[in-house]
């Protein structure tokens, strides 16, 4: 088992960016993947986006793919997700999420094995 912690999130206006990173300790070595999913205010958790760290293959949200881009440093065993042009509507808390088991999606919750706590964005228009 693996921990995962993200760190990061904040309070920003609409238009601007934010970067939230998700430490990942205990085993990085075994995780195959990470990706980072959000819950907003009366919604179910939904995935954002996510990267395979085998060939580095990356996955987004049709709603934030041209805004969010997500990068890993295996040195530091770190996840970055850089939000650009951010959206009211990305008010939500982040929640980062590993895996050490294959699986051929990563876009799926059961897809991953280890779940941080999350952290708030909030974004004022």
């Known amino acids: 088992q693996v921990q995962v912690a993200e760190s990061g999130g904040g309070l920003v206006q609409a238009g601007n960016s934010l970067r939230v990173t998700c430490v990942v300790s205990?085993?990085?070595?075994?995780?195959?993947?990470v990706g980072w999913f959000r819950q907003r205010p009366g919604k179910d958790r939904e995935f954002v986006a996510a990267i395979r760290w085998s060939d580095g293959n990356t996955y987004y949200a049709d709603s934030v793919k041209d805004r969010f881009s997500i990068s890993e440093d295996f040195r530091k065993n770190t996840v970055v997700l850089q939000m650009t042009s951010l959206r009211p509507e990305d008010t939500a808390v982040y929640y980062c999420?590993?895996?050490?088991?294959?699986?051929?999606?990563?876009?799926?919750?059961?897809?991953?094995?280890?779940w941080g706590q999350g952290t708030q964005v909030a974004v004022s228009s």
């Open positions: 205990g085993g990085p070595l075994f995780v195959l993947g």
């Open positions: 999420a590993a895996t050490t088991k294959w699986s051929e999606t990563l876009i799926t919750e059961t897809s991953y094995t280890d």
